[in-house]
C-alpha cells in the first residue's frame, strides 16, 4: 500500500489542477457577461488555491471597482502593487497605482512609495534593500499584507528598468506619474496605425507588442517585438507627423499612456526623458529603415541592431548636392526621409538618372569598384540621411556578405539604367535635330 502513496499524490495534484482550470474558466465566463457575483466567487476560490497568484487578486479588485466597493477595491489593489513591486514588476506596479488613484485621488502615498523604490533601483539612494515600515495609512503608507508575519524587504536590484524615466529622481518621478493615463488591450488588437495622428506614447507595463511598418510594395513587414519597460510612439511625436509604423498586442498587453500635451510638459520640465526618448529614436529609426531598405532587410534583428551603431544621422536642405560626380567616394547614404535625386552630366546637360526616397540608399558603387563618384546626388526637399563610412561598409560586408551581394546587384541595376537614361537623352536630342 505504502507504493501507492506517490501515485495518489500525484492524482491529487492532477484532480487540483483540473479543478483551478475549471474555476478559472468560469470565472472569465462570468466576468466577460458582467455576472460579477459568480466572477467574485469563483476568482476568491483561485485565491485560496493560489494566494500569491496577483492577477486573480487584481481581478478581484476589478470586480470590486465594478460593482461599487470602492474601499474594497482599493485594499485589495494596494497588495497587488505592493505585490507586483516586491516581485520587480514596476511598470504593472505603476499601472495598478493609477487604478487607485483613479477610484481615490487622495492616495499619494502610494505613487510615493513607487518613486522611492524606482530611486533606490537607479542607486539614487543607499541602502539595497528598503524595510517597509509598520505605520498607520494616515502616516503616509499603505498597509502592509495581511497574513506576514515580519515586515517585507523589497528587492530593488531586481525592479525592472523603464527607460524612458531612467534619469528621474523621487520627485520628478511622481510628478511624471500624475501623467499617465492605464490601457488594456486584447490580444490581436492595433494600439495604434501606421499614417494615424501620433498624439501619445506608450510604456508597455504588462503583456508584449509587435511593431509592423508597410515596405515599398506596401506589405506589412515585421520590424520589432516590445516588452514590459518599452516604450513606443516617440516617432510621431519628435517628427510632428503621423505614426510611422502599427503596433498590435501579441496577448492581452497593458499600457500607460501619456499624451502629447502632457508629455510636452515633463519635457519643459525634465529634459532629461527628452535626451532619452530622442537617443531610442534615432536607434529605432535606423532600425526601422534598415528592415525596409533592399540593401539590409535580409539580416536577422540581432544583425541589424549591430549595424545600426555604426550609422551617424546627418540632416541636408532643399537643393543641397550631397555627393558629387567625379570626387572620391567614402561614404554610403540611406535616406531616412525626403527626397534625393540622382543625376548626370551629358554634353552640358542635366540627365535625371533616378528620384530616391525613405529606405532607398546611395553611394554603393565607389565602395564596391573604388572608382570615383559616377553621378551627382541632390536633395530635393529637407532630408534626414543615415550615413556609413567606408571603412565600417567593409566591416560590415565581411561579417555579413549578403549585404555585399545585394549590393552588386543594384550596382549592375543601376548601371543599365543609366546606360538606358542617356540612349533615352540620345534619342530626345536625336527628334530635337530632326525637328
Wanted: charge should be neutral; hydrophobic fraction near 35%; charged fraction near 35%.
Amino acid at each position: 500500500m505504502a507504493g501507492c502513496k506517490p501515485a495518489l499524490l500525484y492524482s491529487e495534484k492532477i484532480n487540483r489542477a483540473e479543478s483551478k482550470a475549471k474555476i478559472k474558466e468560469d470565472a472569465l465566463k462570468y466576468f466577460a457577461k458582467g455576472r460579477w457575483d459568480k466572477a467574485l466567487e469563483a476568482y476568491q476560490k483561485l485565491t485560496k488555491l493560489d494566494p500569491k497568484d496577483l492577477k486573480i487578486r487584481q481581478k478581484i479588485g476589478d470586480i470590486y471597482s465594478k460593482i461599487g466597493k470602492k474601499q474594497e477595491a482599493i485594499e485589495e489593489y494596494k497588495e497587488v502593487a505592493e505585490g507586483y513591486a516586491e516581485g520587480g514588476f514596476l511598470a504593472k506596479a505603476i499601472a495598478v497605482t493609477k487604478m487607485i488613484q483613479g477610484l481615490d485621488p487622495s492616495q499619494k502615498e502610494v505613487q510615493q512609495r513607487l518613486a522611492q523604490l524606482y530611486a533606490k533601483k537607479k542607486g539614487k539612494e543607499e541602502k539595497k534593500l528598503i524595510p517597509e515600515k509598520k505605520v498607520s495609512p494616515a502616516e503616509g503608507e499603505p498597509p502592509p499584507i495581511e497574513g506576514e508575519s515580519k515586515p517585507a524587504q523589497i528587492r530593488v536590484d531586481t525592479l525592472p528598468h523603464i527607460p524612458l524615466f531612467s534619469e528621474l529622481t523621487t520627485e520628478e518621478f511622481v510628478k511624471v506619474l500624475t501623467k499617465i493615463t492605464p490601457r488594456t488591450f486584447a490580444p490581436e488588437s492595433i494600439i495604434c496605425k501606421e499614417g494615424e495622428e501620433g498624439n501619445s506614447i506608450f510604456v508597455i507595463s504588462q503583456g508584449e507588442v509587435s511593431i509592423y511598418k508597410k515596405n515599398r510594395e506596401g506589405k506589412q513587414t515585421w520590424l520589432n517585438n516590445l516588452k514590459e519597460g518599452d516604450f513606443f510612439g516617440e516617432f510621431g511625436f519628435l517628427s510632428e507627423s503621423g505614426r510611422k509604423a502599427s503596433v498590435k498586442a501579441v496577448n492581452e498587453t497593458e499600457v500607460l499612456e501619456i499624451s502629447k500635451e502632457s508629455f510636452k510638459e515633463i519635457i519643459d520640465e525634465f529634459p532629461r526623458v527628452s535626451e532619452v526618448m530622442v537617443d531610442f529614436y534615432k536607434n529605432r529609426v535606423l532600425n526601422n529603415l534598415l528592415a525596409l531598405s533592399p540593401l539590409f532587410e535580409q539580416l536577422k534583428a540581432e544583425e541589424r541592431e549591430k549595424v545600426v551603431e555604426k550609422f551617424q544621422l546627418m540632416v541636408k536642405d532643399k537643393d543641397t548636392i550631397i555627393v558629387r560626380e567625379g570626387e572620391v567616394g567614402d561614404h554610403l547614404y540611406l535616406i531616412h526621409s525626403g527626397e534625393v535625386e540622382v543625376y548626370t552630366e551629358k554634353e552640358g546637360r542635366k540627365v535625371v538618372l533616378a528620384h530616391l526616397r525613405e529606405g532607398e540608399f546611395f553611394g554603393e558603387i565607389s565602395l564596391i569598384t573604388g572608382e570615383r563618384r559616377t553621378a551627382t546626388a541632390k536633395t530635393t526637399q529637407q532630408t534626414r540621411l543615415m550615413v556609413l563610412s567606408k571603412e565600417d561598409f567593409d566591416s560590415i560586408v565581411s561579417e555579413f556578405p549578403q549585404v555585399l551581394e545585394v549590393a552588386k546587384k543594384f550596382l549592375e541595376k543601376r548601371a543599365d539604367d543609366t546606360i538606358s537614361s542617356l540612349i533615352g537623352y540620345k534619342d530626345r536630342e536625336d527628334e530635337l535635330h530632326l525637328v
